[in-house]
């Protein structure tokens, strides 16, 4: 596969969204060559319990991408979540060598690694490090600390863990088809990415990004994610409590939720729905009131939990731009209206934001983790390019050097030997 070839693959507990795109290094830009979409059913709640049918609902949908791009997969972008994934916050402070001096690369590293080892536990791997609030010696915060002078260092390290086996299990889940992985990204960090805009990133925003089988919260303030955390409740809750209260089947239930969202705003609805059954040939009568008591206790559920999320962040008071709600199943009819009622606030559904590159009819609650991948590795095609740009034109300008080092020495060499003949007569 050319290093110019970007591939995300969001796995989700209903659905895999594979996108591939090709990267213009030259004008950071980049454009969608294909996707595919297949049915998930490896999956429980974000946990992997079958790899080898995983496997093969991830060939399903990398083989569609594929046909209509025109290009083989060998590495992707993948996202995770589940309910192993676990946020810590520590504050670190690091007394400098050699002080005062300025800061450098090294000294953020070692901020972490402090971290990590406070932090992070056996049967753990650390997926994403966020590094804010820095402080160099008594300043005030800062955004970044490198180049500063000072003797001390402090600041709040941000450390996104996972289960090492669950990590384990989607590396082999892709390598049963031949596929390597670049990095692992948390899935409210894509979700993020695609969704939110800088201001809402800087001013205080919780993310809730509604999946299949969870539900995925993160916090941002300063453009950092703060905090994160997986909530499981998800999309297949809803058909699955439709199902059992009314007594139908998962496939009525799921056409049913619907057919609710289609008709929760039109004020000219039947109190009554009839219904085709897939297990009968007889209609089934369902009462609207009923449906919608189902469906907004479930809200009710989710809204709990985000409540219950932002409380033990700790960070409740960082959040003055509100929520935003994206995934497939944040377009459940009454989701907005009944957060409003209980979530004291600003509540509104969020889209992938218009990018240049994406195909027609891409931007849907559904895609943000996908597209949110797609950003995120097509950031490290640019930064991977220009670091090997970089490391081609050092060796250039050291091979011209080493060179004129040598022309100089040959012609000193030449001297030395002339100046030897000339004093033979």
């Known amino acids: 596969m050319d290093n110019n070839i970007a591939v995300a693959i969001d796995i989700g507990t209903t659905k895999i969204y594979v996108i591939i795109a090709k990267v213009d290094n030259e004008t ?35 083989k569609k991408a594929e046909f209509m791009a025109g290009i083989k997969i060998t590495k992707t972008f993948v996202g995770l979540s589940g309910k192993h994934i676990k946020s810590s916050v520590t504050n670190v402070e690091l007394e400098l060598d050699n002080a005062p001096r300025v800061i450098e690369e090294k000294d953020y590293k070692k901020l ?28 005030s915060v800062l955004k970044n600390a490198i180049g500063m002078q000072g ?3 402090k600041a709040d390290v941000h450390l996104i863990t996972g289960s090492e086996k669950e990590i384990i299990s989607l590396k082999n889940a892709l390598k049963n088809i031949n596929i390597e992985i670049d990095d692992i990204i948390l899935e409210p960090y894509a979700s993020a990415k695609s969704v939110l805009t800088q201001s809402e990133k800087e001013f205080g925003t919780v993310i809730v990004d509604i999946g299949g089988g969870t539900t995925d919260l993160g916090i941002y303030k300063r453009d950092k994610l703060i905090y994160a955390s997986v909530i499981p409740i998800g999309g297949q809750h809803f058909t699955s409590d439709i199902a059992q209260v009314l007594k139908i089947d998962l496939e009525t239930a799921e056409e049913l939720k619907k057919t609710f969202s289609d008709l929760y705003f039109d004020p000219k609805t039947e109190k009554t729905l009839q219904v085709d059954s897939k297990n009968s040939n007889d209609k089934i009568e ?14 009710d559920d989710i809204i709990e939990y985000i409540e219950e999320g932002i409380e033990l962040s700790g960070f409740g008071d960082y959040i003055t731009n509100g929520i935003v709600f994206t995934g497939g199943s944040s377009k459940i009819a009454g989701l907005e209206k009944r957060a409003k009622q209980l979530l004291n606030y600003n509540i509104k559904i969020g889209v992938p934001i218009e990018i240049d590159g994406l195909l027609e009819n891409m931007n849907k609650p559904e895609n943000a983790t996908g ?12 930064y991977y390019s220009k670091l090997h740009k970089e490391k081609k034109q050092e060796k250039k300008i050291e091979k011209k050097e080493q060179n004129k080092n ?20």
């Open 28 to 62: 950071h830009t980049f454009q969608v060559k294909g996707y595919g979409v297949a049915a998930s059913r490896g999956l429980k709640r974000g946990l992997i319990v079958d790899i080898t049918t995983l496997s093969e609902d991830i060939e399903r949908a990398v």
């Open 112 to 139: 972490v690694r402090k971290a990590i080892n406070r932090l992070v536990e056996d049967g753990r791997q650390v997926l994403h490090e966020i590094v804010y609030n820095y402080k160099v010696d008594n300043s």
């Open 151 to 153: 003797s001390f260092l």
């Open 371 to 382: 597209i949110g991948l797609l950003l995120y590795a097509t950031e490290k095609k640019y």
């Open 286 to 299: 369902v009462k609207l009131d009923v449906l919608k008591e189902i469906i907004e206790a479930r809200i």
């Open 406 to 425: 040598k022309i100089e020495k040959d012609n000193n060499i030449k001297e030395k030997v002339k100046k030897f003949f000339s004093s033979l007569f």
